[in-house]
């Protein structure tokens, strides 16, 4: 359907699926493929038993500074480095470890070479969560009609309502909604939502 409508799709954030990874390969080849951080880490935290045992843990932390989205990428294969000969060369596992992420830097780093490009996919991931939430406490739709439109009527409702709870390093947006996040500056405020306000007014203020 992205490809229908020539949507210009440049990197995809998910996790390590290789359906999804084949799809992609055919419909934008050229296309490129960031693994999400958290379900990687997740990955490593299962394949080296970091909750049961804490026998790798100086190693799995010293990783997950390394891979801090803060870094340039040099300070970032220094880091790398020196994980690898500290631990790299005394252990076979870790080893294998390092030598996977060398292997896969293009899809581990890809968001670098994206402006404002996400590390992970965690947003839409708890966007989904709570749609699946909503949708447990409804019986049914009678029909696919009414099903669009409850569904149009739920996502204006979250992109329009404002965020009161952001912690660190979200703070910022409290008072802000999603949708005055990705408006053009040029942009007014939507007529559909039957809202009239000064162009730039805060969004508290719409």
């Known amino acids: 359907m992205l490809k229908a409508i020539n949507y210009p799709l440049r990197i995809v954030v998910c996790d390590d699926s290789s359906a999804l990874k084949l799809a992609l390969n055919r419909v934008y080849p050229k296309a490129r493929v960031q693994l999400c951080y958290n379900h990687y880490f997740e990955n490593l935290r299962?394949?080296?038993s970091i909750r049961t045992d804490d026998h790798f843990r100086p190693f799995f932390y010293k990783l997950k500074e390394a891979f801090s989205t803060k870094?340039?990428?040099?300070k970032r294969e220094a880091k790398l480095s020196a994980i690898n000969y500290k631990y790299g060369r005394k252990d076979e596992t870790l080893l294998?470890?390092?030598?996977d992420i060398e292997r896969r830097k293009d899809e581990l780093f890809a968001y670098k070479e994206f402006n404002s490009c996400p590390s992970t996919n965690n947003i839409i991931e708890s966007y989904n969560s709570h749609l699946n939430g909503r949708l447990k406490t409804i019986k049914g739709f009678q029909s696919y009609h009414s099903a669009e439109r409850w569904l149009n009527a739920w996502l204006i409702r979250r992109r329009t309502k404002v965020f009161t709870d952001c912690d660190t390093p979200f703070k910022?947006?409290?008072g802000q909604c999603s949708l005055s996040q990705t408006l053009k500056k040029d942009q007014p405020?939507?007529?559909?939502l039957g809202i009239k306000s000064p162009k730039n007014a805060p969004i508290s203020e719409r």
Do not use: C, S
């Open 189 to 192: 405020w939507p007529l559909i």
């Open 71 to 74: 870094h340039h990428p040099l």
């Open 96 to 99: 294998k470890v390092m030598a």
């Open 46 to 48: 299962q394949y080296l």
């Open 172 to 174: 910022h947006l409290n």
